[in-house]
């Protein structure tokens, strides 16, 4: 495979349930980047990751929590969501953190509903 | 903080040419990305500018003022594939992209 692979595409969850999503990239990249996309909404960065090292948590409510076990693995593991949480959630990679990050290779991204 | 302004909607005609405009508080960014996103699909990297000027790639060229704040993609002899949203996205101090709510296309025949 190539690029960026996340899993599950779509995601239906309780707001009681506990899941995660994964993402894999295949590129050989130093930092990776959570993204929530809402309709008519910005990209709004969550969670960076850099060599596997936590660089950026942006201001993200703790029921959401990050995990990079490798530099080509990234988790969002999520428990007690919200239905205001319901959205796209991006998976992006670079080659590094600083002037690299210009350049992002983003997944098709895991569709999540939260009822 | 730093935000991008963008037009949520464009409407073109096949085989014409289209600005797609993007503009920020000056002195916000380093330099500035644009992202294309298909409906249902990962946004793709297009293109960047970190000086000044126009950036040229085939049918696609950007273009930037630091001094005004301001970008704009322009796209040539539009396909109808062509139609999707486009982001444009600034590097802030931290080395992050912020980016703006997106500009949909929409190509008619």
């Known amino acids: 495979e190539t690029g960026v692979t996340q899993t599950p595409r779509h995601l239906v969850m309780g707001m009681t349930n506990k899941k995660s999503l994964k993402c894999e990239q295949h590129?050989?990249?130093?930092?990776m980047y959570w993204y929530k996309q809402s309709a008519k909404k910005p990209l709004e960065l969550m969670f960076v990751?850099?060599?596997?090292?936590?660089?950026e948590n942006n201001s993200v409510p703790s029921r959401f929590s990050p995990e990079c076990p490798n530099s080509s693995h990234l988790f969002l593991h999520l428990h007690t969501l919200q239905p205001e949480d319901s959205a796209l959630y991006l998976c992006?990679?670079?080659?590094?953190?600083?002037?690299?990050?210009?350049?992002?290779?983003f997944g098709a991204g895991s569709r999540l509903t939260v009822l | 903080g730093q935000s991008l302004e963008q037009p949520s909607e464009v409407t073109a005609v096949e085989g014409a040419i289209v600005q797609i405009n993007c503009t920020y508080q000056t002195s916000g960014f380093y330099g500035l990305s644009w992202y294309q996103q298909h409906d249902g699909g990962a946004p793709t990297f297009l293109s960047y500018?970190?000086?000044?000027g126009l950036e040229e790639k085939g049918r696609f060229s950007s273009f930037l003022s630091r001094s005004k704040g301001y970008s704009y993609l322009l796209l040539k002899e539009l396909q109808m594939k062509d139609s999707a949203s486009y982001l444009c996205?600034?590097?802030?101090?931290?080395?992050?992209?912020?980016f703006g709510s997106g500009t949909r296309l929409l190509v008619r025949p």
């Open positions: 500018n970190g000086l000044d």
């Open positions: 990751y850099s060599l596997e090292e936590r660089v």
């Open positions: 590129l050989g990249h130093n930092a």
């Open positions: 996205a600034g590097m802030d101090s931290s080395y992050k992209l912020i």
């Open positions: 992006a990679s670079s080659q590094d953190e600083g002037t690299g990050a210009n350049v992002l290779t």
